[in-house]
């Protein structure tokens, strides 16, 4: 198939890196040149395992030219949908990448589908992308078909959950735009659904939704546990093996970070307030993710002060096998220490230079010179972390590293 990518972002790198590999034709457009060339040389810019590898053994195109995509089958829109001041999704991308499309349209001969795999709130392929498409005088289901297919890819497993994704959800417009989607993923494994657009954009936000506050309650659950003088990791244990309840995102911590579930939750709640409908427990289990992680800088302050401290933190990515540090809970950590007149001296394998970038005025150092702080905080759990010699230390674990139990004196955020 002949299948034109919009964004060379996160979402539509994978996608493009992995449908190539799969021997479909792949015009990947972008504005910015530099990540262009980059991807060209078979160089990922993002820091995601498996993707280097996979562009120096495939052909993609790359442009920031529209017109290139003339000749497509497929269109998938992956641009970014980041957060406005108040919350809401911005649409700006999404606009932008529907009305060059729109122009691309206006003088294509033949039928094809455009697919929206951003994540959006449910309305927008129908009240947005649509109407801009239409704008290009050809009529939806007659001369281009539309579908939603969400994505759900974990970062630092973007590439294998492509490869094995858990479901395939095909919003569509009609069968027949459906059927262009089913055609590409007729070799996957996977339970396929085919459903109403608005109700793939929803099934997106869903289970987000579902995974932030399965993160919170177990988080709520810990403090808790933490107050009681119990593990939460054993009750975790206990709990999960209902298979009604599962085994998986169940552990007790700083709380859930990233460029998604975050933002995603946020997106929900402010379409579900512009609908009349007051998401109540969504709003909690942000309110309780918030302050989550600030959880471990009060169980600091009940051993060393922080005025004149250096504090050391072990990890700063938002979860380990990342160079992401979008809303991660090592943000608010740094800032509560050097608001408290702390000094902090930071680590983190793939992270440093995103991270710096945030923060220019603290120190960064091996893992090594991070333990020789007067106290230190684990926050990501990378797997070297269970190698360090944590003896002698004063160590709060956000993220249960077994071998920081070595420490002198050791708190877990929840256990
Ligand atoms: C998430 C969704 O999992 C994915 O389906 C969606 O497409 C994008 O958002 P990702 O942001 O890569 O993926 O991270 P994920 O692995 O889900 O972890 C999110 C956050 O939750 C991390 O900060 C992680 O540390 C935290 N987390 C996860 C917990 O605190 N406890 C858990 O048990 C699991």
């Keep these: 198939m002949r299948i034109s990518v919009i964004g060379a972002g996160y979402v539509g790198l994978v996608a493009a890196a992995c449908l190539a590999k799969l021997g479909h034709a792949i015009t990947l457009v972008d504005i910015d040149e530099a990540k262009l060339k980059q991807i060209a040389g078979g160089i990922s810019p993002i820091h995601e395992p498996g993707l280097d590898e996979i562009l120096s053994q495939v052909s993609v195109e790359t442009t920031s030219d529209y017109e290139r995509i003339g000749g497509s089958d497929l269109i998938l829109i992956c641009v970014g949908t980041p957060c406005n001041q108040d919350g809401a999704m911005s649409l700006e991308y999404i606009e932008k990448a529907a009305r060059q499309v729109s122009r691309v349209l206006r003088l294509k001969a033949n039928y094809c589908v455009v697919a929206v795999r951003s994540t959006v709130v449910p309305g927008t392929t129908e009240e947005l992308v649509i109407p801009i498409l ?72 869903a289970s987000n939704a579902f995974l932030g506050a399965r993160i919170s309650l177990i988080n709520e659950i810990g403090n808790m546990c933490k107050a009681l003088g119990i593990d939460t990791y054993e009750v975790a244990k206990g709990v999960g093996l209902d298979d009604r309840i599962g085994s998986k995102f169940l552990n007790s911590g700083i709380g859930f970070g990233g460029s998604c579930l975050p933002k995603d939750l946020r997106a929900l709640i402010a379409r579900s307030r512009q609908i009349g409908y007051e998401p ?50 090592a943000i608010k950590i740094v800032e509560a220490l050097l608001d408290g007149g702390a000094a902090v001296r930071a680590y983190d394998p793939a992270a440093m230079d995103n991270f710096r970038k945030l923060f220019p005025q603290i120190g960064y150092a091996g893992p090594d010179e991070v333990l020789e702080s007067d106290a230190v905080l684990i926050v990501t759990e990378w797997e070297e972390f269970e190698h360090l010699d944590y003896t002698g230390k004063i160590v709060i674990d956000g993220r249960r590293v077994s071998k920081a139990r070595e420490a002198r004196i050791y708190e877990g955020v929840c256990w």
């Excluded at 630092?156 to 089913?182: F, T």
Aim: glycine share 10%.
């Design 280 to 329: 109540e427990i969504l709003e909690r289990v942000l309110k309780l993710n918030d302050g989550q992680a600030l959880r471990m800088v009060e169980l600091l302050k009940t051993h060393v002060s922080l005025k004149g401290a250096t504090i050391g933190i072990l990890g700063l990515a938002f979860k380990p096998g990342t160079d992401d540090v979008r809303d991660c809970g």
């Design 134 to 205: 239409e704008q290009s005088g050809k009529k939806v289901g007659r001369d281009f078909g539309v579908c939603m297919e969400p994505e759900f890819l974990q970062e630092g497993k973007a590439v294998y959950n492509y490869m094995n994704p858990s479901r395939i959800i095909i919003g569509q417009l009609d069968e027949r735009s459906g059927d262009v989607l089913a055609e590409l993923y007729k070799h996957v494994k996977a339970p396929v659904i085919r459903t109403s657009i608005r109700t793939a954009e929803m099934i997106k936000l």
